[in-house]
Every structure is written in structure tokens, then in C-alpha cells.
């Protein structure tokens, strides 16, 4: 039986991960369609997305709890923003160079 500061440590620290497991299929699949155009820089926002989610998930199971997320979610959001941007301008490069 878990005490309540243990199921709150608990719960927080799935939340943080269940969150990782939805959003990074978008994003791996936009950093597939963008990469195949610009895989440097791709791989780099990649990176970042990662050390975004990984300052999320520390955040999100610190004493500051679901506050603690947002430098996290601020740094995932930012990168995914771009990697979602590049995927719509190779896309648009492509239509172009075969059009």
C-alpha cells in the first residue's frame, strides 16, 4: 500500500512518461519527412526534443510536480515546432522540385 506522497511520485512520474509515449510518434515521424531534406539540422532538433523531454520528466517528478514540467515542455515544444515546420517545407520542396 502506497502512502499518498509515494502515489503522487508515482502518478507524476507516469504522467511524464505516458506523455513522452504520445507525443514522440508525431515527431519521429516528422523527423523522418524533414530529415530525408535536411538531416542535420533535423538531427539536432532531435536532440533537443530529447533533452526537452527528459528535462520534463525530471521536472515533472521533482517536489515542484506538474510545475516543474514547463522548462521541459517549453524546450519539447519549441523543437517539435520545428521539426513539424521542416517536414511542411521539405514536403512543399519536393512538391515543387517534382511539379
Not at 517536489?63 to 515542455?73: E, L, T, V
Request: one cysteine or more; hydrophobic letters at 45%.
Amino acid at each position: 500500500q502506497l502512502d499518498y506522497a509515494q502515489w503522487v511520485a508515482l502518478n507524476n512520474a507516469q504522467r511524464g512518461h505516458y506523455n513522452m509515449i504520445e507525443s514522440s510518434g508525431p515527431v519521429l515521424a516528422c523527423m523522418l519527412a524533414a530529415g530525408l531534406r535536411y538531416p542535420k539540422p533535423c538531427g539536432i532538433m532531435g536532440l533537443v526534443y530529447a533533452a526537452g523531454r527528459w528535462v520534463y520528466a525530471i521536472g515533472y517528478r521533482s517536489k515542484k510536480g506538474a510545475d516543474g514540467r514547463m522548462p521541459g515542455a517549453l524546450l519539447g515544444f519549441l523543437s517539435s515546432a520545428a521539426l513539424y515546420l521542416s517536414a511542411i517545407a521539405a514536403g512543399v520542396n519536393t512538391l515543387r522540385l517534382t511539379a
